[in-house]
């Protein structure tokens, strides 16, 4: 009785939730143009798309925009959490502090903010204003990520590298960095699906030249919702569920090989 | 000196992508055109198409963060208790659709709730009378409630699973009933989960435009709405600014709450 | 009769057999202790008996009432748990006072019990401190106040002073006969801590591999124990290959000892403990061994030396230091000589390889 009940409850979630993304992935591959009636199966708006170079470029853009910037964020991140952790104790919570206002703060306020400073000084809105606003919202995560790995690190080994006469460097990539590569990697990860999912932050600083799959769709769903836009959306979700898949089976493998050496 | 200069790079991110920013948007906000010194912009917040804005945005992002409280606790005690095959990957299913692009999920609303969308049509089919909430606030919560219940669940989960098997059994042991257990143990010990979970589906509701215009066809205006509509058409922004500082004291309300409840961190997202 | 009986109790998890037809009768006002290796079943026997887990096949019976499928909260039974699990969010009054709010008791009497709890663990006026100020060591004992404020039956203590450090552990110890003796009430204790074991108990039930090994005093246990495994566990020991010649002669490394067990037929291969404080060291021809000593550490009180004497290296303790390369020689006096019988079925096999 209780566990149907509890079978039930986590069916309706899910039916909630996969719903509407089924749904999507059904009609993408429907011949006819409205959702009103199944007229065939086709492929037809998955070519469409591909040769949809409005749609390309916005692929092409949120890639390399979240390539980009979790990649330069990655970089700042686990650099700054090595100059955080030798910094006094008051000093980092303040530092830690700051990291987490673009976290909490709404994207909106983030977004015009620094639309706002752009055009202040003078800078006009282009890829690189986009660039720039998403490296900054990226680095929290990047260290929040990596910040407790570095915690958690034996400081002992760091020094007993020392001991044994490898410099700083050497040191520090080889003793330090594959201690904190989970949170390395993580931390990119994080930063780059935020990338891919930000529309508010993007929306404000792009330029008008400049769209990214968020501010398509959201131009697009205006002027009325194509197809295209579906097979647009079944391929990203069958992307990151790939993606999620293999990460996690790593994860576990890695988890595994941890176990069985306890 | 020495390793400290290595956050060289990051303090230049936090002064330039943050606190520049945060300064300009409120040296906006207290200005007027001219770049005169005004409260104007934000006394507008209570004229009465503005208050409007704001007391609807608020009251539609706390149903919408109520609603996924009560879905997501439960959703975290049976995730928790759950031997249903491995429980990570059950935690993946109800996670998996925060990871897609909000806009497309917000999309497939639309898309689901038309007047002559899929719902509709399959009520129709069995004979059911339609169903009309696109264009209203109700499909705004529905939306704000599928785009951020994945945001709850999380936290909420992460909380739960931290708690210590042995204390729940330790009450169990004193003689506490599973309705005492919840009560007295497994709430109190969840709130920083609770906390950032109401945090993270509070602030997004509260401040966002895109499912307002989305699933609300421009008839329903939340003070996103507003804000937004001062850059992009009516172009005040001052007025803009103004109000998003508004919006941000409502912002820093909440991290407040986050702080007080929330010292070690715990409940990230990641 | 007894307060307390497992009948019969099997449980396996995923498979493995963590306990077989495990069977043990548990008195009144006994201070009994389940010890072994981890592994060997006796955490699970303590959650069987608090309710959290149920057997697969057996009964528990409560002064003859069956309760095996009444749930924890139900049981006149309270745990100590190995690691505290005092409640975080509440304060050190509220966690003692826990079971008694639940149980509906008045404030005064919430009260007043509470501050006696204390006093019982010595820990006077902690009412308002918080969880994280305290010390481990003062966690356990919370832990215990908050069990032992319900008026149990039964204290299940599942390796409470595993997490302590030594000298703490020792108080600790103390304190728990004294608290036993000042209740009046049964405690069932499970560690695999022999010392433990051996100081605290009325009775000790070694267990390995889900089966009772042996079941005893401290002092049978340690003195006359029944199988290998029980004396490797139990203490150091020197476990030999021996023959029982006949009646009251055992041959061990070709020399005859005289011992004082008989009924073992002759010509019959056996095992032989003998503790290493009980091998008395002499000058070479004065004992039945003649060996050297291969190496000598002191311990505190004594010294331990390894003697090679007839193919076998002996584990002996003296007070007498005898240098390293020493000739000497080794003698045992019949009353000390432990023999048992060689494991017979593979069952008794594996359990005798264990540790």
């Given at each position: ?15 909630f ?6 749904t999507?992935?059904?009609?993408s591959?429907n011949?006819g ?12 708006w998955?070519k469409?798309?591909?040769?949809n ?7 092409t853009?949120t890639l390399?925009?979240?390539?980009w910037?979790?990649?330069v ?10 100059g955080l952790?030798?910094m006094k104790e ?13 976290l909490l ?5 983030t ?7 752009f055009?202040l000084?003078?800078?006009?809105l ?5 660039l ?16 407790p790995k570095?915690?958690q690190?034996?400081n002992?080994?760091?020094?007993a ?25 993580s931390?990119f990860l994080?930063s780059?699906?935020m ?8 929306h404000f600083?792009?330029g008008?030249?400049i ?19 579906y ?8 992307a ?6 293999i990460?996690?089976?790593?994860s576990?493998?890695?988890e595994?090989?941890?176990?069985e050496?306890? | 000196?020495?390793k400290k200069?290595f956050?060289g790079?990051f303090l230049?991110?936090?002064i330039c992508?943050?606190i520049v ?15 005169a010194?005004?409260l104007?912009?934000?006394?507008a917040?209570?004229?009465g ?6 007391l ?9 963060t109520v ?7 439960p959703?975290?005690?049976i ?8 429980k990570g990957?059950m935690?993946f ?10 806009l497309?999920?917000?999309m ?11 719902i509709?049509?399959?009520l ?8 009309n909430?696109?264009?209203t ?9 599928y785009?951020?219940l ?5 936290p ?6 931290k708690?210590?098997?042995n ?9 506490a009933?599973?309705r005492?257990v919840l009560?007295k143990?497994?709430?109190p010990?969840?709130v920083?989960?609770?906390v ?8 997004p509701?509260?401040t ?6 989305m ?7 939340l003070?996103?709405?507003?804000i937004e509509q001062e850059f992009?058409?009516s172009s005040n922004w001052?007025?803009?600014?103004g ?21 070690n ?6 | ?6 009948l019969d ?6 498979g493995?057999?963590v306990?077989?037809e495990f069977?043990?009768?548990i008195k009144?006002?006994e201070f009994i202790?389940?010890l ?6 006796k955490?699970t026997?303590l959650?069987i008996?608090?309710?959290f887990?149920?057997?697969d096949t ?7 009432q069956?309760i095996?499928?009444l ?15 005092l409640?975080?969010n509440?304060?050190i ?6 079971g ?10 919430i009260k007043?019990?509470?501050k006696y709890?204390l006093?019982l663990?010595?820990?006077n006026?902690y ?11 003062q ?6 106040a ?12 599942d ?11 020792q ?21 695999h801590d022999?010392e433990?074991?051996?100081?605290m ?6 267990m390995?591999?889900g089966y ?15 199988n ?6 139990i203490g150091?020991?020197n ?7 006949e009646d009251?002669?055992?041959?061990i490394?070709?020399?005859v ?12 291969p056996?095992?032989?403990v003998?503790r ?5 060291i002499?000058?070479?021809g ?6 050297v000593v291969?190496?000598?550490?002191f ?6 030396m390894?003697i090679?004497?007839g ?13 390293v390369?020493?000739?000497?020689s080794i ?13 017979q079925?593979?069952d008794?096999e ?6």
């Open positions: 009785m209780k566990k149907t009940f509890k079978g039930i409850y986590l069916a309706i979630i899910i039916l939730l996969y719903m509407p993304i089924v999507l992935m059904v009609l591959f011949e143009k409205t959702m009103n009636a199944w007229v065939g199966f086709s492929l037809k998955y469409e798309m591909f040769e170079r409005i749609i390309m470029e916005a692929l853009n390399t925009i979240a390539f910037a979790a990649t964020a990655t970089i700042v991140g686990v650099t700054a959490c090595i952790n030798a008051k000093h980092r919570s303040v530092f830690m502090g700051l990291n987490n206002i673009p703060n709404a994207d909106i306020v977004g015009i903010s620094l639309m706002l400073s055009l000084f003078g800078i006009s282009n890829y690189g204003t986009v720039f606003a998403h490296i900054t919202f990226c680095i929290p995560y990047v260290i929040l990520s990596v910040m570095f915690r690190l034996e002992h080994t760091y020094e590298a020392l001991d044994l006469g490898a410099s700083p460097a050497y040191a520090f990539f080889k003793v330090v960095l594959p201690d904190i590569m989970p949170g390395i990697i931390g994080l780059f699906t990338s891919v999912d930000d529309f508010v932050i993007t600083t792009r008008v030249g769209n990214t799959i968020s501010t398509l769709i959201y131009s697009q769903v205006r002027v009325g919702i194509r197809p295209t836009l097979a647009l959306s079944t391929i990203i979700f069958v990151v569920l790939i993606v999620l898949i990460v996690n089976v790593i576990n493998k890695k595994e090989t941890r176990h050496k306890n | 000196m020495s200069i956050s790079p230049l991110f936090i992508g943050t920013p945060l300064g300009v948007i409120t040296f906006y906000g207290i200005t007027d055109r001219s770049g010194f005004t104007e912009n934000i006394t917040i209570t004229t198409e503005h208050m409007e804005a704001l609807l945005a608020l009251g539609l992002a706390l149903i919408s609603i996924c409280l009560v879905i997501a606790f959703l975290g005690l995730l928790k208790d759950s031997k249903l095959g491995k990957f935690v299913i109800f996670i998996l659709p925060m990871w897609m692009n909000f497309l999920r917000t497939a609303w639309q898309v689901l709730l038309e007047r002559n969308g899929i509709n049509q399959v129709g089919l069995i004979g059911l009378p339609d169903l909430i696109i264009n606030p109700t499909a705004v919560v529905l939306g704000m409630v785009d951020y994945p945001f709850m669940i999380l909420i989960y992460n909380a739960l699973i708690i210590d098997k204390v729940i059994e330790a009450a169990y042991d004193l003689g009933g599973y005492q009560q143990i497994i709430i010990l969840s920083p989960g609770i950032s979970g109401v945090t993270m589906v509070f602030v509701s509260l966002t435009f895109a499912v307002s215009n699933l609300g066809g421009g008839k329903v205006n003070i996103g709405n507003i992009t058409a001052n007025l803009g600014a109000l998003s500082l508004v919006m941000m004291i409502f912002i820093v309300i909440s991290m407040a709450f986050i702080e007080k409840f929330d010292r961190g715990e409940g990230n997202i990641i | 009769m007894a307060l307390i009986e497992l109790i099997s449980k396996s998890f995923e493995e057999t306990l077989d069977n043990l009768k009144e006002n202790t389940l072994g290796p981890s592994g060997c079943g955490t026997t959650r008996l608090g309710g887990e149920t057997p057996g009964k528990v019976l409560f002064q003859g069956d095996t499928n749930a924890p909260n139900k049981r006149q039974i309270n745990t100590v748990f190995q690691k505290y699990a409640f975080p509440m304060n009054a509220d966690n003692i006072a826990f008694l709010k639940i149980s509906g008791k008045s404030k005064e009497y007043d019990k509470v709890a006093k663990v010595n820990l006026g009412e308002k401190r918080s969880v994280d100020s305290l010390s481990g060591g966690q356990q004992r919370i832990a215990i908050r069990a032992i404020v319900n008026e149990p039956r039964v204290l299940l203590l390796e409470p002073l595993g997490a302590l450090d030594l000298k703490l552990r108080e600790m110890q103390y304190e728990l006969i004294r608290l036993k003796n000042e209740l009046g009430i049964t405690f069932l204790y499970v560690t022999q433990e074991a051996l100081t108990s009325d009775k000790v039930v070694v390995n591999q009772i090994q042996q079941m005893g005093t401290p002092e049978e246990i340690y003195n006359e124990p029944e290998a495994f029980v004396a490797a566990f150091d020991s476990i030999i290959d021996g023959i029982m010649m009251r002669m055992v041959k490394c070709g020399q000892f005289p011992c004082i067990d008989e009924g073992f037929g002759k010509k019959k056996v095992d032989v003998i290493p404080e009980d091998i008395i002499g000058k070479p004065s004992g039945i061994l003649d060996g291969t190496s000598n550490v311990i505190g009180v004594h010294y331990e390894c090679e004497a193919g076998f290296e002996w584990l002996a303790q003296n007070t007498v230091s005898y240098p390369g020493t000739a000497v003698d045992v006096a019949p009353e000390n000589i432990q023999i048992m019988n060689k494991p079925s593979e008794e594996a359990l005798a390889l264990d540790e």
